[in-house]
């Protein structure tokens, strides 16, 4: 077992800079979890010599529960880990191989946590009973290398992708057809500019709009973004609301809009624009920070508004939008949803982003475009990530230093594998 150098703290930690924080956050994660492959090591040598024989205790379970002063139900699973990730032997001293091995070594170097240790072990005692030895081997190796920098939504995809592909038998859902709903809905503005939403639905309706909102208001998963969702459940339903009211829009069908995904107008001058600093007018009766201004011209139906000095417009220009239907198709072809690494969105979630902004002389082709999610186009505008296209014609994104030192490029491999 390789030795293992605690980090020192910062003898003022408040002065710490956010790289610095960051590489702490992950030095000592790393620490944990090698401390923890390295007490499964002894856990499991305690099993193959028995518990009884050691130290008088039934099991090794008990026997850590005591030592480590947990209940027996918190002392069961790490155990159970220590001796699935562990070779171990039998009484008669006959050799017992460790379920994931390659998870395992994964784990002994501090590439993953318990939590994906635990997924891909319940995964591997789930397959179907003919499973051969090799196909164990692989789907082993196969997750624990993805789980080495993937999150779990990642993993789940390609347990589901090895699983179809060993038990290609499934059983189909069906959904009920709904019933013609009832409802009732008021909305309307307040004096300090937000919009009250007050409504009355009967059963069918509400279960309808619960399951569709509960669908969007997942929290988003921590290891592909590198910290935790911490919007609360009321937050998270008001994020999904406008989700689903972005959807309609975007519908070819929709009346009033006709597909356009900006149906409000924002008045802004093109030097706030470029520079993101100030603010804009939306429909006239509110504000948006000129980044949001600087996002949503994105993917949008543009309305070109001239001003003078004192405000006055002096040529109102003709509506255009800046990505095609044509593009969008193609867009959605190519990317088959969120180009982020990780992200599960459908291109139907998407908006098009400009990798190069239109107001910085940025085309509108396919070489200068990528579908981001709602969540993600806000991370690419407003944080430390970037984006570009690579000499494949495909967009790669570079994630900040705290995360990755090297800034390695990354892509989402989620739409590719289930195309």
Not at 80 to 104: C, H, M, S, W, Y
Not at 225 to 245: H, I, N, P, Y
Not at 290 to 298: F, K, L, N, P, S
Request: a neutral charge.
């Amino acid at each position: 077992m390789s030795e293992t150098i605690l980090p020192e703290l910062p003898q003022e930690l408040w002065r710490a800079g956010k790289l610095e924080l960051a590489h702490g956050v992950q030095q000592f994660l790393q620490v944990i979890r090698v401390a923890t492959a390295g007490l499964g090591q002894y856990l499991a040598e305690i099993e193959s010599r028995g518990a009884k024989d050691l130290y008088g205790y039934g099991s090794t379970i008990k026997w850590f529960a005591d030592v480590a002063g947990l209940s027996f139900g918190e002392a069961r699973p790490v155990v159970n880990r220590a001796i699935a990730l562990n070779p171990t032997r039998g009484l008669d001293g006959t050799e017992l191989p460790a379920v994931a091995p390659a998870t395992a070594a994964a784990a002994a170097e501090g590439a993953v946590g318990d939590e994906r240790i635990d997924q891909i072990l319940t995964f591997l005692a789930n397959l179907p009973l003919d499973t051969s030895v090799e196909d164990r081997e692989h789907a082993d190796k196969t997750l624990a290398e993805l789980a080495r920098h993937a999150g779990p939504r990642q993993l789940a995809k390609a347990e589901q992708n090895i699983l179809g592909w060993l038990d290609p038998d499934g059983a189909e859902q069906k959904e009920p057809e709904p019933k013609q709903p009832r409802r009732e809905l008021t909305l309307e503005r307040r004096k300090d500019g937000f919009w009250k939403l007050k409504g009355l639905l009967d059963d069918e309706a509400g279960a309808r709009t619960a399951a569709a909102l509960e669908a969007y208001a997942a929290p988003r998963p921590v290891d592909e973004f590198g910290q935790a969702d911490l919007r609360t459940k009321s937050e998270r339903l008001g994020d999904a609301w406008v989700d689903l009211v972005d959807l309609a829009i975007a519908c070819p069908d929709q009346p009033g809009t006709s597909g356009y995904r900006t149906l409000v107008h924002v008045t802004i001058g093109l030097d706030k624009l470029k520079s993101g600093l100030g603010t804009a007018c939306v429909d006239y009766v509110g504000t948006m920070t000129a980044r949001e201004a600087r996002m949503a011209a994105c993917d949008c139906l543009m309305l070109p508004v001239v001003l003078n000095a004192a405000g006055e417009p002096l040529d109102v220009g003709r509506l255009r939008r800046f990505v095609t239907p044509g593009q969008r198709r193609a867009l959605n072809i190519r990317d088959g949803g969120c180009a982020f690494p990780g992200c599960h969105r459908r291109p139907k979630n998407c908006h098009a982003h400009h990798i190069h902004h239109w107001a910085d002389g940025g085309p509108t082709d396919l070489r200068n475009l990528t579908l981001l999610c709602g969540f993600h186009h806000r991370l690419i505008h407003h944080g430390d990530w970037q984006v570009r296209m690579a000499a494949d014609g495909l967009p790669e994104f570079i994630p900040p230093q705290y995360l990755d030192p090297l800034r390695r490029t990354r892509r989402n491999i989620l739409h590719r594998a289930a195309a």
